[in-house]
């Protein structure tokens, strides 16, 4: 649909519908004479336009999304008893989200961060959303450790800008990260596209069958259009000249037809081999190696539908990691953990109460029923419905059927870290990930590494940074550290 097709017809009128008579001069007392709280017409535009911005999100505030099909092109079903995977063929509606991490709303497209990939499945059993990113590892593997972590990539409170300094000691201090770090420094740290990258769930998610049998998954969408990338130096040029580059690509791509897909693979360990896996398989600082579980082709994704409002539909978008469906649920991952409350108290902030009823973000393949009622902009769904249960006039009741399976736990409370598995340590995937690459591409990841380490202010928080890459691997640090000797001088 164009935009074009979006004309109202009728007169201009106010918020309650009377029409207006003149919307080029406010009433004054004569000509030239102060304006009059009567011409309610002003009041009402000025107050209206003074609430017209809601709190932006905390990270991935800048972001366009695209409504698609899910189709699926395997039976998973010895696997999981999710409703919306049950048949090859069977087709879901979707809403996918692609962002930035660190930019303000405002921001420019072309930049290196992560890109989120944040996906609602629009199922019988309600909605599924998949909140992942391009990246199949992130930076920490701690929940705790997250506000201070962006905290670092935002505005440093004094200079009100982004500070390597800041940037560099965290990851420094922090050696898990090295893993991420390496990768976001690569050639696909910065997409040419939202259309142009994979997305991944990155966590490993719960997928129970029939039986009650348990599989640990992990989710890649694999981009049919290809992998493209941009050097550095053309994306600080389109940053520059085309701020919105991302966003308008994709929603041009749509609009003439060029529908971008995403081929839609599992990896699945059965639970039994999860406490023996060489790495602990809920570390999100790491990836299974395909030779150990390879990817295997479930579906096809598909974006063939633009929003009509970008605000109505994307900006009060809301995803969360703990909207699961039947068959479908969290793993262990401490990560995942916390993320199963940030998500729903972030939308109680910044959208309201009643986020989960707006069009885009209710279900729309089947319907809520709840007992919670009211607080601000309830639109009255529930009518004269009880609204308590049990009750007795035939008002929705419990299933007694969990949508996940249980795990089973041992030991005692307290605060643990992540436990280590026989090859786990921060460095051994960083170090595999470097030896992966071509020799150009290990320069060029050189080069962005140096760019960003030379402009820290102090040499220890140089000196850290590096001695993780050196950990990682020897060559690799021993490039780097030469490399950002040779700039820093
Ligand atoms: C414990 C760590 C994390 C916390 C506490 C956290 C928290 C948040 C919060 C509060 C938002 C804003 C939500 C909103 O206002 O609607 C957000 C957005 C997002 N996060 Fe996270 N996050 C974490 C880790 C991750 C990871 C590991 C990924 C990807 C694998 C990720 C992907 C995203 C995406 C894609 C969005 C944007 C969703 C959208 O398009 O609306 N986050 N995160």
New binding site residues.
């Given amino acids: 649909m164009t935009q074009e097709a979006h004309v109202t017809q009728g007169p201009l009128t106010t918020e309650a519908g009377a029409p207006v008579a003149d919307n080029q001069n406010s009433e004054t007392a004569g000509v030239g004479g102060p304006v009059l709280v009567q011409d309610q017409l002003l009041m009402e535009k000025l107050a209206h336009f003074n609430r017209e911005r809601i709190?932006?999100?905390?990270?991935?505030?800048r972001?366009a999304?695209a409504y698609g099909t899910f189709t699926v092109t395997r039976d998973v079903s010895q696997w999981t008893r999710a409703a919306f995977l049950s048949e090859v063929g069977k087709e879901t509606e979707t809403f996918l989200?692609?962002?930035t991490?660190a930019g303000n709303l405002g921001a420019a497209d072309a930049v290196r961060d992560?890109?989120?990939?944040?996906l609602k499945f629009y199922t019988e059993e309600g909605n599924y959303d998949l909140?992942?990113?391009n990246?199949p590892v992130?930076?920490?593997k701690?929940?705790?450790?997250?506000?201070d972590?962006?905290h670092t990539q935002k505005r440093d409170p004094y200079t009100g800008s982004q500070e390597a300094d800041n940037v560099w000691d965290f990851w420094g201090l922090s050696p898990e990260s090295t893993h991420q770090v390496t990768w976001l420094h690569g050639d696909r740290g910065i997409p040419a596209s939202y259309r142009h990258m994979n997305g991944?769930?990155?966590?490993t998610y719960q997928w129970t069958n029939g039986a009650g049998e348990v599989f640990w998954v992990k989710y890649h969408f694999k981009t049919d259009q290809g992998i493209k990338n941009l050097p550095a130096a053309e994306a600080d040029r389109l940053a520059g000249t085309d701020p919105d580059s991302h966003q308008r690509d994709l929603r041009e791509s749509i609009e003439r037809g060029d529908f971008p897909s995403w081929t839609v693979q599992v990896q699945i360990m059965p639970a039994a081999e999860a406490a023996g896996y060489r790495f602990n398989p809920f570390d999100?600082t790491k990836i299974w190696p395909h030779e150990d579980y390879p990817p295997i082709d479930i579906g096809k994704l598909e974006l063939n539908r633009n929003p009509e409002n970008i605000f109505a539909e994307?900006e009060q978008?809301?995803?969360?990691?703990a909207h699961f469906v039947p068959g479908i649920g969290p793993s262990p991952d401490?990560?995942?953990?916390?993320?199963l409350?940030?998500?729903g108290?972030?939308?109680r902030?910044?959208?309201g109460i009643n986020a989960d009823h707006l069009p885009v973000n209710r279900p729309h393949a089947t319907e809520a029923r709840t007992h919670s009622r009211d607080g601000f902009l309830y639109d009255g769904r529930h009518k004269g419905a009880k609204n308590y249960e049990p009750n007795s006039f035939g008002g929705p009741h419990q299933t007694d059927r969990p949508l996940w399976s249980a795990s089973a736990v041992s030991g005692s409370t307290g605060s643990h870290p992540a436990a280590t598995h026989a090859e786990d340590n921060d460095f051994v995937q960083a170090g595999d990930l470097y030896r992966l690459m071509s020799e150009d591409e290990k320069t060029r990841l050189i080069e962005n590494l140096a760019a960003g380490i030379s402009g820290v202010s102090r040499d220890d928080i140089a000196e850290r940074a590096i001695n993780n890459f050196r950990q990682a691997d020897g060559d690799f640090g021993k490039r780097l550290e030469a490399a950002v000797q040779a700039l820093r001088g």
Avoid: W
């Fill in positions: 709190p932006e999100r905390v990270v991935h505030a972001g999304g989200r692609f962002s991490v992560p890109r989120g990939f944040a909140v992942g990113n990246t992130f930076f920490i701690d929940a705790i450790k997250f506000p972590f962006i991944y769930g990155s966590h999100l994307v978008s809301i995803f969360s990691p401490k990560m995942l953990q916390g993320r409350f940030a998500y108290d972030a939308h902030y910044r959208v």
